[in-house]
C-alpha cells in the first residue's frame, strides 16, 4: 500500500469516480463523522483514505481496532493524516476476555466522540460497525440529540439486542454481494489457513453452515477432506459434506473443529471433559466469541494474545488455535488477496454512501425501525459489475447481478428507495 492520493484499491477508486460525477452540495461532509470498529489493516487504510477523497475531514475521523487484527504500520498513518485512532493494548489479556478488554478500549472511543460531538455539532455520524459493538455502547447523550446511521458489516451485528439497535442501520451484512460471492472468498481463505496449519486429519467438524460455514466445508470437501458437519438449524451442504446430530457426537468423530457459527459453540455443554481424546479448536468467526467457554476454562491467568492454548477439562485436551481469534487474520495482515478484499471495503464505502445521500427512513421517536435497510441494489449490482471487471470473474452466479429485482430479493433488510444512487450508479 502507498500513502499517495488515491486509494490503491481499484474498486475503491471506481466508486469515487462514480461519486464525483454530479452535483451533491447538499451533503455536509465537512459536517460529517465517521467513527468505527474496524480491523486496522492494510484494506481499512484504502478505505479510510478512500472516504477522506470524499471530502470527509481526517479530523472527523475517528477508529478503534481489534487486538488480533491491528498493524501498527496502518495506525500510524491514520494518525498522520490528523484522524484519531484508539489501538487496543498489546498486553497479555485473559482467555477468553476479549470482550472485556474490547469494551475499555470502547469506552474510551465513546468518550472521545462525545467530546468531538459536543464541539463540532455534526449534521450526521457514520458509524462502521463490526459485531454490534458500536450500536450496543453507543452513548444515549449522542443517541438521543444527533443523526447516526450504522453499517453493520457482520450477521452476529445483525443478531445483538439491546436499546439502540433501532438505530438507523444498512445492512452490508446480508446483501446478496457478500452472501453471494463474499462468503466463498472467505471461506477459501480460512479452509487455505487450516490446511496450512495443520497435517492431514480426517475427518474435518465444522460448526455452524451458514453462508461462511458452509463456504468452509466445501473448501475443504474440494480439497479432499472428508468433513463433517453440525448445524442446530438443520442446514447441511450438498457439495459431499455429511451432517451428524449434535455438537457431541461431531466432538467424538473429528478431532478438529472449525468454528463458523457467531456464538458461543460450546455453551451449557456438560459433556465436554468426558470425551477422551484431544481436540483442535479453529475458528472461522469474529472475536473470540466462538470457543469462549472453552477458553475460559483455561484460568485467569494473562497469556500472549494469539498465540495457541492448550485447555485440559476432564479426559479432553482441546488445543485452541490462536487464542480463539478467527484462523483468517494474522495480526499483521490479511490472508485475502488484495483484489479480492476489495470487494469488502467497497460494500462498507457502499453503505457510507448510501448513509450520505439517501434519506432516512421515518422515525419512531428518538430511534428508527427496528428492521435494518438494504443495501442498495443498484450500488450493488455497480460494485459487483466492476469488480468482476477488474479480476475477471465470470459465471452465472455473477450474471445474475444484473437484476437489481434478484439482488433485491437476495439482500436482507428492508428495501428504502434512494433515487441519488440510483441516478449516480445505474447505467
Known amino acids: 500500500m502507498t500513502s499517495g492520493a488515491n486509494p490503491t484499491l481499484p474498486l475503491l477508486k471506481a466508486l469515487l469516480i462514480r461519486f464525483q460525477k454530479g452535483h451533491h452540495s447538499h451533503v455536509q461532509l465537512d459536517r460529517t463523522l465517521v467513527v468505527g470498529n474496524q480491523h486496522l489493516l492494510p484494506s481499512t487504510r484504502s478505505l479510510v483514505q478512500s472516504i477522506l477523497l ?10 478503534t481496532g481489534k487486538l488480533y487484527s491491528c498493524r501498527s504500520a496502518v495506525v500510524s498513518w491514520l494518525r498522520e493524516q490528523h484522524a484519531t485512532v484508539f489501538a487496543p493494548s498489546s498486553s497479555p489479556l485473559s482467555p477468553g476476555y476479549l470482550v472485556k478488554h474490547h469494551e475499555e478500549t470502547l469506552a474510551k472511543f465513546w468518550q472521545h466522540v462525545l467530546d468531538t460531538v459536543k464541539a463540532k455539532n455534526p449534521s450526521l455520524i457514520v458509524l462502521l ?4 459493538y458500536g450500536v450496543l455502547s453507543s ?63 480426517h475427518p474435518l467438524g465444522i460448526v455452524g453452515v451458514g453462508n461462511v460455514g458452509g463456504a468452509v466445508a466445501a473448501a475443504l470437501s474440494k480439497r479432499g477432506f472428508e ?104 495480526g499483521t495482515g490479511e490472508r485475502e488477496s488484495p483484489h479480492d478484499i476489495q470487494l469488502t471495503r467497497a460494500l462498507l464505502l ?22 435494518p435497510e438494504q443495501l442498495n441494489s443498484s450500488l450493488q449490482r455497480y460494485i459487483v459489475r466492476t469488480w468482476c471487471r477488474l479480476v475477471g470473474a465470470k459465471g452465472d ?31
Not at 168 to 195: D, F
Not at 275 to 292: M, N
Not at 360 to 369: D, F, I, L, T
Open 54 to 63: 470524499l471530502g470527509v475531514p481526517a479530523e472527523n475521523v475517528i477508529l
Open 129 to 132: 460497525d463490526d459485531g454490534g
Open 139 to 201: 452513548p444515549v447523550e449522542i443517541v438521543r440529540t444527533h443523526t447516526i446511521v450504522a453499517i453493520e458489516q457482520t450477521a452476529s451485528g445483525l443478531r445483538v439486542k439491546g436499546p439502540f439497535v433501532k438505530l438507523r442501520r444498512i445492512n452490508v451484512a446480508a446483501s446478496a454481494t457478500k452472501l453471494k460471492i463474499e462468503s466463498p472468498i472467505i471461506g477459501e481463505s480460512i479452509a487455505r489457513a487450516v490446511v496450512k496449519k495443520l497435517s492431514i486429519r
Open 227 to 330: 468433513v463433517l458437519a453440525f448445524d442446530k438449524k438443520g442446514r447441511i451442504p450438498s457439495w459431499g459434506v455429511r451432517g451428524v446430530g449434535s455438537l457431541e457426537e461431531l466432538c467424538r468423530r473429528c478431532s478438529v473443529i472449525i468454528g463458523c457459527t457467531g456464538e458461543d459453540v460450546f455453551a451449557g455443554a456438560e459433556w465436554l471433559g468426558a470425551l477422551r481424546k484431544e481436540i483442535t479448536l479453529i475458528s472461522g468467526s469474529s472475536q473470540d466469541i466462538e470457543f469462549r467457554s472453552v477458553l475460559r476454562m483455561a484460568g485467569r491467568d494473562p497469556v500472549k494474545a494469539g498465540s495457541d492454548l492448550c485447555v485440559s477439562i476432564g479426559t479432553t485436551v482441546f488445543n485452541v488455535l490462536f487464542s480463539g481469534f478467527p484462523i483468517n487474520f494474522v
Open 350 to 371: 457502499g453503505g457510507v454512501l448510501q448513509a450520505l445521500f439517501c434519506p432516512a427512513p421515518e422515525k419512531v421517536g428518538v430511534r428508527y425501525r427496528k428492521v
Open 397 to 427: 452466479m455473477y450474471a445474475a447481478f444484473e437484476s437489481l429485482r434478484w439482488i433485491q430479493s437476495n439482500s436482507g433488510g428492508k428495501v428504502t428507495r434512494c433515487d441519488e444512487l440510483a441516478r449516480r450508479f445505474d447505467d
